[in-house]
């Protein structure tokens, strides 16, 4: 064929291309877990994991029949069953899929002493956990922030922590919290860097924690090469805005615009993104509060998952049943109508109801599959 340019080469293409794979890699194809429980390290043992699940799993029992379902929580009746069913399985075998051991916000200033024990405590109930295979899979510590003022407390209780440790099981993350400043992550990073090299660990990763409007404002790709999740908080960040304490809330219209920028800045990197918490526990053990906590929760967890945050905080082992089921019911329901339209995709003709998928939807859909055959998978072990 003939053309007017001879040449078809663009200057400093190669360059911008390459910064482009860097930044953009693209969403790898890995289980996120579904949540992250937090347990005040002054709190957390070996036993804390089965605690929580045995906890979950008799409320479940208690308050949770299979004709319930609908009425606490939505499921449709055609789902009732094989959702309750997985969760009660997946409470017995991995009621906790991430774990964060914390040293900030819930569990507060202490005398030095104080913490230098509870670090090296958690660190021998990791030890026993490891041991026993009852560590989760992903798992970790949450330091103190260098915002408050004194980063060698918590770099001191993160290195004690892993000098007591000694061998690092799989599956650890470092939480930083309060990011005010965009370069306590390069300091952040460097600490890790320094703790990798001198206690001959394999590479140290960390999820910083966006709790403020400020922090939004230097959320990019390739913010950091160590950082591989950003996890939402709502209640420093609504406080931080001056919403009223009854506004705290997931499903405010100011979270939303804050998922969505953290959602913007990452969007095509692999960077997790997870949802914040409720900050609530049933009001008894009678059934009516059961089911009211439950309930809130659910709107929250279904708020998330809508905003494709597929990942949060629980905070309290009742969490664990409205999280999973919220979560089971909300893949199984689309799932046989996706894998029919990507079956339709691959055979190159319209899906059911006349549907003609885009080739970027086809992706959405196979990532949702992707998605949901790792939230319902019980762990092999």
Not at 168 to 177: A, M, Q, R, S, Y
Not at 250 to 255: F, M, Q, V, Y
Not at 316 to 328: A, D, E, I
């Amino acid at each position: 064929m003939r053309v007017t340019i001879g040449d078809p080469a663009v200057a400093g293409f190669a360059e911008v291309h390459r910064l482009q794979q860097i930044r953009y890699p693209g969403v790898t194809p890995r289980r996120q877990p579904v949540h992250t429980i937090y347990v005040p390290a002054d709190r957390f043992s070996s036993s804390t994991v089965a605690e929580w699940g045995a906890h979950a799993l008799g409320l479940l029992e208690e308050h949770l029949p299979v004709d319930l379902l609908t009425e606490v929580f939505g499921v449709p009746a055609s789902l009732a069953g094989e959702v309750r069913e997985r969760v009660a399985a997946k409470l017995a075998a991995e009621p906790v899929e991430d774990l964060r051991i914390d040293f900030e916000d819930g569990y507060g200033l202490r005398p030095a002493a104080e913490e230098d024990a509870h670090a090296e405590a958690a660190a021998e109930a990791v030890k026993r956990m490891h041991a026993r295979g009852t560590l989760p899979r992903r798992w970790g510590l949450r330091v103190k922030s260098f915002a408050d003022g004194d980063p060698a407390r918590s770099i001191r209780t993160l290195d004690g922590f892993l000098t007591a440790l000694g061998e690092l099981p799989p599956g650890f993350t470092v939480t930083f919290p309060k990011v005010l400043m965009e370069e306590y992550l390069g300091q952040f990073s460097q600490v890790l860097a320094r703790l990798t090299q001198d206690l001959g660990l394999p590479e140290l990763r960390f999820e910083m924690q966006v709790e403020a409007p400020q922090t939004l404002a230097f959320l990019r790709p390739g913010l950091d090469p160590r950082l591989g999740a950003a996890h939402f908080g709502v209640f420093d960040y609504t406080a931080a805005i001056g919403l009223p304490p009854h506004e705290q809330r997931l499903d405010h219209p100011a979270c939303d615009h804050a998922r969505h920028v953290m959602q913007t800045a990452f969007a095509g990197t692999a960077i997790e993104l997870s949802d914040g918490s409720l900050a609530a526990s049933p009001a008894s053990s009678s059934r009516h509060n059961v089911h009211a906590l439950w309930r809130r929760h659910a709107e929250l967890v279904r708020h998330s998952l809508r905003h494709g945050f597929y990942q949060g905080w629980d905070m309290h082992p009742s969490h664990l049943v409205s999280r999973f089921v919220t979560v089971y019911a909300f893949h199984l329901a689309t799932y046989d109508k996706y894998q029919a339209r990507v079956k339709a995709w691959e055979e190159q003709r319209e899906a059911g109801d006349g549907v003609m998928d885009e080739p970027a939807t086809i992706k959405t859909l196979a990532a949702a599959l992707h998605r949901a055959d790792a939230a319902l998978a019980l762990p092999s072990r």
